[in-house]
């Protein structure tokens, strides 16, 4: 069974930065392009980023390209997001998983942007 495990949430002034893990179990971790999604409360869990095999290209949703930077390790089987130039908007519960979605959602890591 994989599991996805996120951490390095936390709060964070406007403007701060942030970088999240993802550890991930599963012997072909490194053949899945992974992904960040977040959801904030009340509304539905979005698409953030991702991270390709092989290349590792990357790709960005539109509000976050130019401040956040996937990156992954296939060595350790991790995911990170690096967030900076952080906005109150970006407020809400982060999740990886692979891209489309596929596997069981971890229990996500709360990321709070607030003076």
């Known amino acids: 069974q994989v599991q996805l495990v996120e951490s390095g949430g936390g709060l964070v002034q406007p403007g701060g930065s942030l970088r999240l893990s993802c550890a991930a179990s599963?012997?072909?971790?490194?053949?899945?392009?992974m992904g960040w999604f977040r959801q904030a409360p009340g509304k539905e869990r979005k698409f953030v980023a991702r991270?390709?095999?092989?290349?590792?290209?990357?790709y960005y949703a539109d509000s976050v390209k130019g401040r956040f930077s996937i990156s992954r390790d296939n060595a350790k089987k991790m995911v990170y997001l690096q967030m900076n130039s952080l906005k109150p908007e970006d407020s809400a519960v982060y999740y990886c998983?692979?891209?489309?979605?596929?596997?069981?959602w971890g229990q996500g890591t709360q990321v709070t942007v607030s003076s």
């Open positions: 998983n692979t891209v489309p979605p596929s596997l069981d």
């Open positions: 991270i390709s095999t092989g290349l590792g290209l990357t």
């Open positions: 599963g012997r072909t971790f490194s053949g899945w392009t």
